[in-house]
């Protein structure tokens, strides 16, 4: 039947069927994932343990690292805004040394997962950690990427991010306050002074 | 502020039109037969005093007996509003005439209406999921699901 419209803009369709393949790359992922990545609990080793050959450069390498963490711009829900606003001038993140966000994976080391993480997101989730160079570090903010929060028994959301990401900080909250967030932070660089070149 | 029109008024002049197209009207919108739904949206688009040319939010809802989908319409020109429903009682192949010739609007909200309550909007050129992936089963927003 003909419809008199006054935009008369027919929508355009891509020919490309990508949802397929999207569709089936998720389906992968979530079969793959069903139980949790173990935490990194290789920092836990008593200090004996270490090699005294680099226990000299782990300290430096540490140093450098511990103190330039370069966070990946990236949000995914409401915790984001504590990000955001952690990143602001009000609790200002600078204070720290590491207020430059990276847009790109590949200049990031510190992915915080800020926020429910679906299934549907979780390819992309995954696909960002996977292009961030070595070492990283995952910090997992907030009670849904913590463990799912309120929607773990959902039917689209991953209950909790280490079903496909090793974490190595979880923040509580929900949201967290800025200042949790910082406190995880700074708890991440405990765990980095204590790391050793040699498990990385 | 936006005037909502009475509700009989409407399907008064609805059923002017097209006789049999309105089943009821309450206080809550007009419901329609979803065979004659894109007349009667037709109509109201069209018509002089209505001129319904925004289609502010389109959804549906699962109440076990039926699934309704419900059409939330306002008229730029004139400043008004109303509610249109329409019914399919069939849960295994639910279908409605897609509206999205006269409001391009409903592509989207189409889509993810099919997605969660599984009806198939019959005319839509791109009837697939949106928010759920592609080989997701089910439709997750009906009352039996899970």
Redesign the interface.
């Known amino acids: 039947m003909e419809i008199e419209n006054e935009l008369n803009i027919s929508p355009v369709y891509s020919p490309m069927e990508l949802d397929l393949d999207e569709g089936r790359r998720i389906e992968v992922l979530k079969a793959k994932s069903q139980e949790p990545i173990p935490d990194p609990d290789g920092w836990l080793e008593e200090e004996l343990q270490r090699s005294v050959l680099v226990t000299t450069l782990d300290a430096a390498l540490n140093w450098g690292r511990q103190w330039s963490c370069w966070p990946m711009f990236f949000g995914l829900a409401c915790c984001s805004f504590e990000m955001i606003a952690g990143a602001a001038l009000r609790f200002d993140i600078s204070r720290f040394g590491m207020e430059i966000m990276r847009a790109s994976p590949r200049q990031a080391d510190l992915l915080m997962v800020t926020g429910t993480v679906t299934w549907k997101m979780a390819a992309a989730v995954k696909m960002i950690y996977d292009q961030m160079a070595e070492p990283k570090w995952v910090l997992a903010m907030g009670s849904c990427a913590t463990s799912g929060g309120p929607f773990a028994d959902s039917y689209s959301v991953v209950p909790g991010v280490n079903r496909i990401l090793p974490v190595d900080v979880y923040v509580p909250g929900c949201p967290p306050r800025p200042e949790s967030l910082y406190y995880g932070i700074l708890m991440l660089r405990e765990k980095i002074a204590k790391d050793s070149i040699k498990r990385s | 502020m936006t005037k909502p029109l009475i509700a009989k008024e409407v399907a008064e002049k609805i059923g002017g039109q097209l006789p049999e197209a309105v089943v009821e009207c309450n206080e809550s919108g007009v419901l329609v037969k979803s065979d004659s739904l894109?007349q009667a949206c037709?109509f109201l688009y069209?018509t002089d005093g209505l001129n319904f040319?925004y289609l502010v939010n389109l959804t549906g809802v699962d109440y076990l007996d039926y699934i309704e989908v419900v059409y939330h319409l306002v008229s730029m020109r004139h400043n008004h509003s109303i509610v249109i429903k329409t019914r399919c009682y069939d849960r295994e192949q639910p279908s409605v005439p897609s509206v999205?010739?006269?409001w391009?609007g409903a592509?989207y909200q189409e889509r993810e209406v099919y997605d969660l309550l599984g009806i198939r909007f019959e005319g839509h050129?791109?009837m697939?999921?949106i928010?759920?992936?592609?080989?997701?089963e089910g439709y997750?927003l009906r009352r039996d699901?899970?």
């Open positions: 894109l037709q069209q040319d999205i010739d006269i391009h592509d050129p791109n697939k999921r928010f759920m992936w592609e080989g997701f997750p699901y899970l």
